[in-house]
Nanobody
Framework: QVQLVESGGGLVQAGDSLTLSCAAS????????MGWFRQVSGKDREFVAA????????NYADSVKGRFTISRNNAKNTVYLQMNVLKSEDTAVYYC????????????????????WGQGTQVTVSS
């Protein structure tokens, strides 16, 4: 089993930056593709970014491309989401997720394709 714990959320102003962390425990995730999703109450969970198991490939939602950067440190079993130039529409609960197919080439954008999820961290951007 993999446990994922997100941290780093908070209340910021539009234009500010924030970095989210996702720490994995229970098992190494170094062979797993990882993703970040976000969800606003009453709406479906939305893909934000994904990174391959080796960190060589990344995929971003159009709405965050050029502003957000996903990265990982496999030695620390941790994935990050650097968020710059935050906008009010980025306000959501942010979740990290793991795809437990080892060393897969895919970078899934559908939430049902991920196997492990964290509890989420709230990001609120005031305009």
């Amino acid at each position: 089993q993999v446990q994922l714990v997100e941290s780093g959320g908070g209340l910021v102003q539009a234009g500010d930056s924030l970095t989210l962390s996702c720490a994995a425990s229970g098992r190494t995730v170094s062979d797993y593709a990882m993703g970040w999703f976000r969800q606003v109450s009453g709406k479906d969970r939305e893909f934000v970014a994904a990174i391959s198991w080796d960190g060589d490939r990344r995929n971003y939602a159009d709405s965050v491309k050029g502003r957000f950067t996903i990265s990982r440190n496999n030695a620390k079993n941790t994935v990050y989401l650097q968020m710059n130039v935050l906008k009010s529409e980025d306000t959501a609960v942010y979740y990290c997720a793991a795809d437990d197919l080892p060393r897969t080439e895919r970078l899934n954008i559908k939430s049902y394709e991920y196997d492990y999820w964290g509890q989420g961290t709230q990001v609120t951007v005031s305009s």
